[in-house]
C-alpha cells in the first residue's frame, strides 16, 4: 500500500515554471511506474506524464511533451514532475497515482492517489 502526498504547487504567470513533488510512504514505491495526471475545471481527469519503476521509460501527452519532465528518486521514495513554459491551459488540480504495474499504467491499473496540488497559470 502506497501513500502518495503532493507539494510544490502554487499560482505562476504564463511561461513560467513549477515542479512538483510526490512524496510516497511505503515499500513498493521502487517496484511500480509513478504517474501524473491533472483536472483541468469543467474538464476530465487526463494522464500527462509517466515513469517506469527504474526511470528507463518514460509517457507525455502531446500537450506537455517537450515542456514538462517527469522522474523519480528511489532513494528519496519521490517523484517529480517539472513544468515550464507554462500556459493558462495547464491551470488545474495536479494528482500523483501509482500504477499496480512497474513498466505500464493502464488506467484500469492506477492504484493509489494523492490529495491533489493545485496549480494556477495566470496569464
Same mark, same amino acid.
Given at each position: 500500500q502506497l501513500q502518495l502526498v503532493e507539494s510544490g %504547487? %502554487?499560482?505562476?504567470?504564463? $511561461? %513560467?515554471? @513549477?515542479? @512538483? &513533488?510526490? *512524496?510516497?510512504?511505503?515499500?513498493?514505491f521502487g517496484r511500480v511506474a509513478m504517474t501524473w495526471f491533472r483536472q483541468a475545471p469543467g474538464k476530465a481527469r487526463e494522464l500527462v506524464a509517466a515513469i517506469s519503476w527504474n526511470g528507463l521509460h518514460n509517457y507525455y *501527452?502531446? &500537450?506537455?511533451? $517537450?515542456?514538462?519532465?517527469? &522522474?523519480?528518486? *528511489?532513494?528519496?521514495?519521490?517523484a517529480y514532475l517539472q513544468m515550464s513554459s507554462l500556459e493558462s491551459e495547464d491551470t488545474g488540480i495536479y494528482y500523483c497515482a501509482s500504477s499496480r504495474y512497474a513498466e505500464s499504467w493502464p488506467v484500469d491499473a492506477i492504484e493509489h492517489w494523492g490529495q491533489g496540488t493545485q496549480v494556477t497559470v495566470s496569464s
Open positions: %504547487g %502554487g499560482t505562476v504567470q504564463s $511561461g %513560467g515554471s @513549477l515542479r @512538483l &513533488s510526490c *512524496a510516497a510512504s511505503g515499500r513498493t *501527452a502531446d &500537450s506537455v511533451k $517537450g515542456r514538462f519532465t517527469i &522522474s523519480r528518486d *528511489a532513494a528519496k521514495n519521490t
